[in-house]
């Protein structure tokens, strides 16, 4: 959803591409407090719903220096100069990576004699730095079919009752084989070196532009900034995956804790009757709220400083702007102006909902 020109949203009442009436009327839609910030009449974010069965590519997005690079030199394959910091926003039961573990707890993993040998070791105590985790990634990678499949039954024999915090390695790896193959390197760098986030609806995580990750099932609210630049090398077909040196080049090797990827609602200030949060990621180009109402429930939001798109994702609600009313239901998608107060009433199945927005003063 949104204006970037892979998939353009269309005004439903005209069919017109949504950037071509941006572009018709800047000041009144987009705002000349974000034209100003960013340069441009384009929407900054991009928002997008996933529904994922299947895990998604082992990836990374480039930062916005190396996807300037990309672009001028491969503008087929990378499309935009931007960096491509997101937010995933939670609508069921969602499994992630999420970049690294602690350095502790992918050194008690490197213990087990069969991963030794990607830390360039085959006895005595392996200890982990950030370099050698980066190493031990492009290791992984680099290696042949063999090992991998050599590495994956090592890892399914595992039993369960030693492995601690690491418990779900031996049934995550087998249904990831079953979704992929044995020999896909993406679980090998997944289970050993990436935090396994399991998340309930209203949890969000941030992944910061040159943060690996990887998608593994759930129904989600996707937002990022204006690219669609990505790497893969793992979770897709040999022919699909990028090259290892530019992958490993653009991964930022800083193992933290799974909680530090947690992005937490916060109150909103222009919430009347406090039935809308907030999610604030470490970034200028948008940020989220989501409301919840109960049927029957009211609220009514304070104008935002920049446009936004809407999206219901579950019931229904009357929509209030400047008196005039609009069908609000689940699918539905609007885009909103600038300064616009909006009253929602929800319908007897209550409302769920997310909008991306951009404000014009920089945070």
């Known amino acids: 959803m949104g204006t970037y020109p892979d998939l353009p949203s269309y005004v439903a009442d005209t069919g017109e591409n949504l950037q071509d009436v941006l572009d018709r009327y800047p000041q009144q839609l987009i705002g000349d407090d974000v034209t100003s910030k960013f340069g441009h009449t384009k929407l900054p974010y991009l928002p997008k719903i996933l ?4 895990a998604l590519p082992l990836q990374v997005h480039p930062n916005k220096a190396l996807a300037s690079k990309l672009h001028k030199e491969n503008p087929d394959d990378f ?28 050194e008690a993993l490197l213990q087990i004699p069969a991963l030794k040998r990607f830390a360039s070791s085959t006895d005595g105590a392996v ?3 950030d370099s050698l985790v980066k190493k031990i990634v492009r290791n992984m ?19 369960e009752a030693d ?5 779900y390695i031996p049934k995550l790896a087998k249904r990831l084989a079953e979704q992929y193959d044995e020999s896909d390197p993406g679980t090998l760098v997944a289970l050993v070196l990436m935090n396994y986030l399991k998340l ?11 943060g690996i990750h990887a998608y593994l099932s759930g129904d989600i609210v996707e937002c990022m900034a204006r690219s669609n630049n990505v790497l893969n090398t793992g979770f897709c077909p040999k022919a699909e995956r990028n090259n290892v040196d530019l992958f490993c080049s653009t991964l930022s090797f ?26 604030a990621p470490p970034m200028s180009e948008f940020d989220m709220l989501q409301t919840d109402l109960q049927a029957g429930e009211n609220e009514v939001l304070g104008a935002l400083g920049g446009p936004a798109i809407l999206i219901a994702t579950k019931g229904s609600a009357e929509m209030t702007i400047k008196g005039k ?5 689940e699918g539905y998608i609007y885009f909103v102006a600038p300064k616009q107060e909006i009253e929602f009433s929800a319908g007897v199945e209550g409302l769920l909902m997310q909008i991306a927005f951009v404000e014009g003063s920089t945070r």
């Open 163 to 167: 492995m601690g915090v690491a418990a």
């Open 141 to 159: 990678l680099e290696a042949d079919d063999e090992t991998i499949k050599d590495t994956y039954k090592t890892l399914v024999s595992l039993p």
């Open 254 to 279: 800083s193992p933290h804790s799974a909680d530090e990827s947690i992005l937490r609602p916060e109150s909103f200030q222009r919430s009347q009757f406090g039935k809308t949060v907030k999610y």
């Open 200 to 210: 309930k609806a209203g949890d969000g995580i941030y992944i910061p532009a040159d």
């Open 51 to 54: 529904s994922i069965s299947k």
């Open 127 to 129: 200890t982990v730095s």
């Open 325 to 329: 009313k609009f069908d609000l239901k």
């Open 79 to 106: 499309t935009d100069p931007n960096h491509k910091p997101e937010i995933a926003l939670a609508l069921s039961d969602f499994e992630a990576f999420c970049g690294f573990k602690r350095l502790g707890e992918i």
